[in-house]
């Protein structure tokens, strides 16, 4: 079993529609959790990041962590053609040199 | 967000030859950056972690003789692909943290000929 879990896809929307993109995880010292956007033949962007258990909102987006059940999402509302990416979930320990440790990566197209 | 840059963002070699990469945070000071591997529709396959002034450390699997890395301030580390073959192209991408926070650079696409 990985230690974190992310459905690929390709998950394909309308344009307007809210997207909810998960991923499970094994490992209870994760502390940190982190949703990227990475277009293609880009690096990572970094759009949200939560410590322990919670919601976040940034404009669009909503991140939620569930520690006791080991599960994390990441809302987006409204979705537009720009949001069409690959997402990532990643979570850390709480050490500076732990590293992140990636879901594989839901591929979203959202179409006009 | 914090950003981080790389250099070059393409390069094409000969088969043997070597090629650095730099990475660079530019508004903030990292204590760790981390390298990462990226093959097409893949997810980053982490290759080494650098901490300033010391070794980096190696992800099993990885030839530190074939990728050197050197974290010689805190805000520069290099890759160097010794000897490079047509099977090291790919894609490379750094990562500088702050904090908690993990910020990538735009990588660098490594095609060897």
Same mark, same amino acid.
């Given at each position: 079993?990985?230690?974190?879990?992310?459905?690929?896809?390709? &998950?394909?929307?309308?344009?307007?529609?809210?997207?909810?993109?998960?991923?499970?995880?094994?490992?209870? #010292?994760?502390? $940190?959790?982190?949703? $990227?956007?990475?277009?293609?033949?880009?690096?990572?962007?970094?759009?949200?990041?939560?410590? *322990?258990?919670?919601?976040?909102?940034?404009?669009?987006?909503? #991140?939620?962590?569930?520690? +006791?059940?080991?599960?994390?999402?990441?809302?987006?509302?409204?979705?537009? %053609? +720009?949001? +069409?990416?690959? $997402?990532?979930?990643?979570?850390?320990?709480?050490?500076?040199?732990?590293?992140?440790?990636?879901?594989?990566?839901?591929?979203?197209?959202?179409?006009? | 967000?914090?950003?981080?840059?790389?250099?070059?963002?393409?390069?094409?070699?000969?088969?043997?030859?070597?090629?650095?990469?730099?990475?660079?945070?530019?508004?903030?000071?990292?204590?760790?950056?981390?390298?990462?591997?990226?093959? %097409?529709?893949?997810? &980053?396959?982490?290759?080494?972690? *650098?901490?300033?002034? +010391?070794?980096?450390? $190696?992800?099993?699997?990885?030839?530190?003789?074939?990728?050197?890395?050197?974290?010689?301030?805190?805000?520069?580390?290099? &890759?160097?692909?010794?000897?490079?073959?047509?099977?090291?192209?790919?894609?490379?991408?750094?990562?500088?943290?702050?904090? %908690?926070?993990?910020?990538?650079? %735009?990588?660098?696409? &490594?095609?060897?000929?």
């Amino acid at each position: 079993q990985k230690e974190v879990e992310q459905d690929p896809g390709p &998950l394909s929307v309308p344009e307007g529609a809210i997207v909810s993109l998960n991923c499970t995880y094994s490992n209870s #010292a994760f502390q $940190y959790f982190m949703w $990227y956007r990475q277009y293609s033949r880009k690096g990572p962007e970094l759009l949200m990041y939560t410590y *322990s258990s919670g919601n976040k909102e940034d404009g669009r987006f909503t #991140a939620q962590v569930d520690k +006791s059940s080991k599960y994390i999402s990441l809302f987006i509302r409204d979705s537009q %053609p +720009s949001d +069409s990416a690959t $997402y990532l979930c990643a979570m850390s320990g709480l050490v500076n040199t732990d590293k992140l440790i990636f879901g594989t990566g839901t591929r979203l197209q959202v179409f006009p | 967000g914090a950003v981080v840059s790389q250099h070059p963002s393409w390069v094409i070699c000969k088969s043997g030859t070597s090629v650095k990469i730099e990475c660079r945070s530019l508004d903030f000071q990292a204590t760790t950056m981390f390298w990462y591997r990226q093959f %097409p529709k893949q997810s &980053l396959m982490l290759m080494a972690t *650098s901490n300033e002034g +010391s070794k980096a450390t $190696y992800e099993q699997g990885v030839e530190k003789d074939k990728f050197l890395i050197n974290h010689a301030s805190l805000t520069l580390s290099t &890759l160097t692909v010794t000897s490079a073959h047509p099977e090291d192209s790919s894609f490379y991408i750094c990562s500088a943290r702050t904090g %908690p926070e993990q910020y990538f650079g %735009p990588g660098t696409r &490594l095609t060897v000929t």
